[in-house]
């Protein structure tokens, strides 16, 4: 009966191990939740949401080219500025971002096929009018820019939605604006940093051949001057040569001119 009865306490022990690791964690998911709401929240706000987009643009750009290869906030006469423009050889890419969630949402919590039908045109219209406004206000090639956009959609769901509609495909082709999620802009800026590292490796190999081309020349000038330097050596060993020679008989002139003084010095005091 002691046995069995350590057993029993046993297991109610564990039990209650269990039961209270359970509620830590429903806790914790319940915290979780607070958060999945605090941010639903702060993503219905269109303002918010475009402030994130812009945010997770600046830092995927920031993060791929260099400082130098890129504009945010870009200006144009009219006044109106894009997220960002990429500096290329065909001109200005500008890039903006847009985050049509609402009716997206709308779209996908629709309880009946009427209000689903009802949200899904609402957000086709949307997109529309984001393809619309990126035309109008960033294709512009008197200032430089490409003749077309990219329109950033933060979120992968909400891009594969508008992509996967032909109307939006269609409308977006004509007007030359093209969608970009995350993953795909990171590819799109990847093909375009290849050929800014191209670029850049063109330009040093130029800056080498340069360097290259003026140490021959700056190899010519020295060359020439030594061989200047070694005529002016040659010419000044053989000078040397000469004086010491014209020395040397200055000096058996200076001698044979004493030893006849001395002769004469000998015939007087013989007389």
Request: proline share 3%.
């Amino acid at each position: 009966m002691e046995g069995q009865s350590k057993s029993f306490n046993d297991r109610l022990d564990n039990a209650a191990h269990v039961m209270s690791a359970l509620q830590r964690s429903l806790g914790e998911m319940s915290e979780i939740g607070k958060g999945i709401r605090t941010l639903q929240d702060f993503l219905q706000s269109p303002k918010l949401r475009g402030g994130l987009g812009e945010e997770v643009l600046k830092e995927m750009i920031g993060q791929t080219f260099p400082k130098n290869a890129f504009h945010l906030q870009y200006p144009f006469k009219s006044g109106v500025k894009v997220d960002a423009v990429l500096k290329t050889d065909a001109g200005l890419l500008c890039i903006d971002s847009k985050f049509p969630m609402e009716n997206f949402n709308l779209m996908h919590k629709a309880q009946t096929e009427a209000a689903r039908d009802s949200a899904r045109k609402q957000f086709i219209n949307d997109v529309k009018t984001h393809i619309e406004d990126i035309s109008r206000k960033y294709i512009l090639p008197d200032e430089g820019t490409m003749d077309f956009a990219l329109m950033y959609i933060p979120s992968e769901a909400v891009y594969y939605e508008a992509v996967n509609i032909p109307e939006l495909s269609t409308f977006a082709r004509r007007l030359r604006v093209y969608p970009v999620s995350p993953n795909t802009l990171y590819a799109h800026l990847q093909v375009l940093l290849l050929s800014f590292e191209g670029k850049d490796l063109e330009a040093k190999s130029k800056e080498v051949f340069r360097i290259l081309r003026a140490i021959q020349t700056d190899y010519g000038k020295v060359e020439e001057n030594l061989s200047t330097l070694q005529k002016h050596l040659n010419n000044a060993y053989n000078m040397m040569g000469n004086v010491f020679s014209s020395f040397n008989q200055l000096g058996q002139k200076i001698s044979s001119t004493q030893r006849l003084g001395d002769g004469k010095k000998e015939e007087g005091r013989l007389e």
